[in-house]
Structures are given as C-alpha cells and as structure tokens.
C-alpha cells in the first residue's frame, strides 16, 4: 500500500513539473516550433559540431545525435553539415509544416544561398509531450529559386539594428519588409558596408525577394 502511495505521489510530482515546464515555455509542445527555434540557434552557432556542443542540446533524439557522430567521422564529409545539409550556412530559412501525428511529425526546412535554395525535412518523435528532431532527410538536388523583383516606395525605418520598408498597397493596411544589405557595397563597390538613412525617410526600394518578409537589396533611392 504505502508502495503504490509513493509511486503515485511521484506521478503527480512528474505531472505538475510538466505542465509548469509546459507553461514556462521551457517545453516545446510544437513540432514546427522547436524546428525554428533548433535552426535559429544552430545559426545563431550556440551549438556546433566543430566542438561537439551540438550534443549538449536536448532538442536532439540521442539516435540523431549518433548519427551525426557517425556521418562526420568519416573523411569525406569533414566540412559537411548533416545539419544542413551542406557544408555553407544558408542566407535564411523558413519553416512549413508537412504532416503533424500524435508521436511523430515531419515539417520542412527551406534553405535560401546567394544562387540557390535547398529543401531538407526534419523528422521529429515526442515522447512525453517533448518532441525532438530524430532526423534530417536531404533532398533532391538544390534548386535555381525563382527570381521576384520587387520595387516599391514607402518610409525606411530601423528596428533593433535591422532596416525595413514601411509601404502601402491598395485596399490593405500597411505593409512591413525586411531589407537585407548584404550585397550592399561602400566607397570603391568593393566593400560591404552598413547603410545608414535618416529615419522615416521616404525611399524607392529595388531588389529581390529572398522570401515573403525579405528582400535583397539592389539600391535604395531618396525621394
């Protein structure tokens, strides 16, 4: 009797650390979520392979974790990313659901480079209300993306260090884009530099859509 008394209190004890754990957020109870919370800081290189941190993090199945062990020890694959499937760190990413079950789920990754984009799917098992990716399934050859220009007046303005366009379209509220200056250049064209506008200003926007928030940037024109 006093057996099961113990046992059941200790159910309980798990149940309520759970649901705070759950509460706080410090439990991740979408799949997609941690998806983009794992690649955001595997950019971010909070955790690496280089050193091995990528073995501290709990978002990782153990099995997956062998198997990257596995995959870099061989020679061929020393500066790949099993990660990412590709031995670069893509400009952006984005995240889209694919099936989503009760213990497994499999949402993808689109991987944005300079030239090309790359679609990878991460294969997730929840065991206890915690997911984990268990796997990262490269696809097929990458892809040349489909080039959208984009060119539009609005207002610049700068968030936490980040310019974006402020603008307008028919019949719907404003619009927010993110501008990405990495092929922005200084001086002689040959150095990358930070723009810097005066706040609120009124601009001309010409580039290239990297996804449906961001575009690269061609020029900016003071209006």
Known sequence: M???VIVGIAGIIILVVLIFLIASNAIITKPDALVSK?????LEKKYMIADDSYKQTNMLSDSFKDKIKTIISSPEQKNYDPILCAQHFPKSFEIFPIKTGDTTAEIGVREY????????KISLVRKN?????DDVICGDEP???EVIQFEEEGNIIERNGDWQLVYEKPGKPALLMSLDFSNWRCGDETDRCIPSFEQGRRVRVIGK?????????????EL
């Open 113 to 120: 480079f300079d030239t090309i984009v790359k679609d990878i």
């Open 143 to 145: 892809k040349q993306p």
């Open 209 to 221: 859509k990297i996804n449906e928030d961001t575009v690269l940037v061609d020029s900016v024109t």
């Open 2 to 4: 006093k057996k099961t």
């Open 129 to 133: 209300a915690i997911w984990k990716i």
């Open 38 to 42: 794992f690649y955001n800081t595997w």
